[in-house]
């Protein structure tokens, strides 16, 4: 390979959750590299505004309003980049929620649609994808944990979600390894996204004080491990978890 990413070129990504935050960063990276980037969204407006701004670039895009908890919904997805464009090279599992709360008050639709977003999701798109992947004998799949997925007191339901897409990556990483298709994930630490500006304040400074790098994490720095992880630069990596957390020790 002579150019970074050079086998990215005119491959198929599709994105879950690229409205915004690292989702977003992920599909523009992939774009820079002249992938075809699909946008896939629960909200119409954010997917539809990602997609235009990558085509603003000079990206190849398409959008989908497409609740990855809902098989129905993304087997139309998957069906219809394939009919627009092919075949899927690329999966990235990045849409994720938090519904946090203390274990003793959590109602079971808070444990349930954490579980359905982030752990059915990821089966959800990954089962849909991966019988075209199959049919090429050839795809990547990235998965997006966190460090949470090693318990973090207020997210019993999100930690079990993240600790489940691990051990989802390592069990399919070993299955598709003879079908050529590689399953890894990332496990990012704290990254300023929508999502952790919820947090209240004094838990997010103590949270960044904890950062031996000092500085919290931006949706790019997960973005490059992702496109890493999808490229032939990984071609021998596979059922592995990458940490990218600024130093925060991991398990
Ligand atoms: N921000 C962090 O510090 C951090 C750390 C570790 C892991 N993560 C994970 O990274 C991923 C992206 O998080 P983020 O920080 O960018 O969050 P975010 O809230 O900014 O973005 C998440 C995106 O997912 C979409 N989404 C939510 N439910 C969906 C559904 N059912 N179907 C399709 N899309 C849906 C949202 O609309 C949103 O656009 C998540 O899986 C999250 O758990 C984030």
């Not at 977003?24 to 407006?45: C, H, M, Q, R, W």
């Not at 087997?75 to 009919?83: F, I, K, Q, R, T």
């Amino acid at each position: 390979m002579k150019y970074l990413f050079e086998d990215l070129k005119d491959a198929v990504v599709i994105v879950t959750g690229s409205g915004r935050g690292i989702g977003k960063a992920i599909a523009e990276l992939f774009a820079e590299y002249g992938s075809k980037v699909v946008i896939t969204d629960i909200d119409e407006a954010t997917a539809k505004a990602t997609a235009e701004e990558i085509a603003g670039k000079g990206g190849q895009t398409l959008s989908y309003t497409c609740d990855v908890a809902k098989m129905e919904s993304v087997e139309s997805m998957v069906n219809d980049v394939v009919a627009k464009w092919g075949k899927i090279d690329v999966l990235v599992n990045n849409a994720g929620i938090t519904m946090d709360g203390m274990f003793l008050r959590m109602k079971s639709d808070q444990w349930q649609r954490v579980i359905d977003i982030n752990l059915t999701g990821t089966y959800n798109c990954t089962f849909a994808v991966v019988q075209h992947m199959r049919k090429t004998k050839k795809g990547a799949i990235v998965n997006i944990s966190s460090i949470a997925a090693h318990g973090n007191p207020g997210q019993a339901n999100y930690s079990a979600s993240k600790a489940g897409v691990i051990g989802f990556t390592k069990a399919l990483g070993k299955e598709l390894a003879p079908f050529g298709i590689r399953v890894n994930a990332v496990a990012p630490g704290f990254v300023q996204t929508a999502m952790t500006d919820k947090i209240p304040e004094k838990l997010r400074e103590q949270m960044l004080a904890a950062i031996p790098m000092r500085r919290p994490g931006q949706p790019i720095d997960i973005a490059r491990v992702v496109l890493f992880l999808a490229s032939e630069l990984s071609s021998y990596i596979t059922a592995a978890v990458i940490d990218v957390n600024g130093g925060i020790a991991g398990l």
